[in-house]
């Protein structure tokens, strides 16, 4: 039997590049709304630039992994006819999500209030760097400039050293999961009260908004950002919390009573020491005897040790060790599935389940305009209409990359 999807019946207009706007577009896809990309008629940004330069046969693996459940519509909005087109598919759509620069989207008449012109209804998701006007309105919103600014990259790692970001695009999927969330609050709304309605999301806000508690500890608690001489994971926690190295890898080491973690390393100073006197206190000090005694024996000696104590540890993967691991195997983690250019695609699936209506993958990312012609002809555009704009440029199909 055919489940069906949360978002079915719900079309999104997916103007997005790079990651935040397509990855959260994406989310919407994979909970069943129809997800139409609209791009440029040479194809999205994203299709061009491949992270580790894994380039894929047709479609880079970048692009891949963020435009999976939705079809490709590729329109010249700079041409009169282009944008008719798109005004014709908004009147049909319940979101329309976009991440320009501030003052793009006016430019180009696919601002809110040209929008809510077409579709009163219409819930508009804009995502910008920094807010829609305002000092840095103009500055560029990227990942690794946004994490410099949040100030989390001085709440770890040793004195002095310097500022290490996070090992993953934070700023950029923590603001498409922002928007993810706006979007799904505003349709709440809408169905509630029949009311579209304009949603801003902005990177440094979704990251800043993060730290809740680390900068609430900040600004209500007054406790500033004290880095350790050694590495402590967190300038906000107590020792012993960090990595540490053993005689074959590493390990993950959080919380423990420093008196009972003496005695099962062999660490006799640590006798009568308690985690919340000793552990803010003695923080260096505790982090260096303990790795000093970690580094004698290899991984699996102390998981099995400290952590059948009760000790708070673990390891320290790879990303192959996580495709592995037993337990991500049996959450169903990752998803499999057969793409016509691509072959076989595994790759994260879905960090949410529904016992009614489960998200699903009901086709990979598209090619260039893969659906130009097919989504014409829903909004009404006759076969010669279409070939029209096709010959005139302000429309592609399936363009292949070279």
Known sequence: MTTSSVLAGYRVVDCSIAMAGPFAAQRLGDLGADVVKVEPTTGEWQRHASAGGATGNEINVSFLSLNR????????????EGKAALYELVRTADVFLQNYRPGVAARLGVDYESLKAVNPSIVYVSISGYGEDGPYRD???????????????????????????????????????????????????????????LVTVNMLDAVTTLQMQEL??????????????????????????????TADGYVALAFAEPDLLGELIGEPSFAGWKAEEHGWTHRDELHERIAA????????????????????????????????????????TFVEYDHPTEGRVKTPGFPYAFSATPPRIDRGAPLTGEHTRELLGELGYSAEQVADLLERGAASDRMLRR
């Open 69 to 80: 459940n939705k079809r490709s519509l590729a329109l010249d909005l700079k041409q009169q």
């Open 139 to 197: 500055r560029p919103g990227q990942d690794l400039l946004v994490q410099a600014m949040s100030g989390a990259m001085l709440s770890a790692g040793r004195e002095g050293d310097e500022p290490s970001p996070a090992g993953q695009y934070l700023a950029d999927a923590v603001t498409a999961s922002t928007a993810f969330e706006g979007v799904l609050a505003a349709l709440l709304h809408r169905e509630r009260t029949g009311e579209g309605q």
């Open 216 to 245: 609430s500890v900040f600004t209500v608690g007054r406790k500033p950002q004290q880095r350790s001489r050694e590495a402590l994971a967190h300038v906000y926690i107590r020792a012993p919390y960090g990595v540490f190295k």
């Open 293 to 332: 005694r970690l580094a004698l024996e290899p991984t699996a000696h102390w998981l099995d040790l400290l952590g059948g104590a009760g000790i708070w540890i673990g390891p320290v993967y790879s990303y192959q060790d996580l495709v592995d691991d037993p337990q991500i195997a049996h959450n169903g």
